[in-house]
C-alpha cells in the first residue's frame, strides 16, 4: 500500500506513467497511454514509448 495520501477530489498519481514520461521525456498523458497500450511489459512500454515520440505534437 502507498504512503501517498488520496483525497475524494484527487485521484493518486500515476506513479509508472510518470515514470516512464520522465525516462523518454514525453509528457505524462501520453506515458498513460503508452504504458495503456504496453501493458506492464516494461520492454513493450519503453518501445511504445520510442516509438511514438513527437507522434502527437506535430505543431
Not at 502507498?2 to 475524494?8: D, F, L, Q, W
Not at 515514470?19 to 498513460?32: R, S
Amino acid at each position: 500500500m502507498s504512503n501517498i495520501p488520496v483525497t475524494p477530489d484527487r485521484t493518486p498519481p500515476d506513479l509508472e506513467a510518470e515514470e516512464v514520461a520522465a525516462k523518454h521525456d514525453i509528457p505524462t498523458e501520453e506515458a498513460k497511454a503508452r504504458v495503456a497500450q504496453g501493458g506492464h511489459e516494461r520492454s513493450a512500454v519503453d518501445g511504445a514509448a520510442e516509438a511514438g515520440k513527437g507522434e502527437s505534437s506535430n505543431d
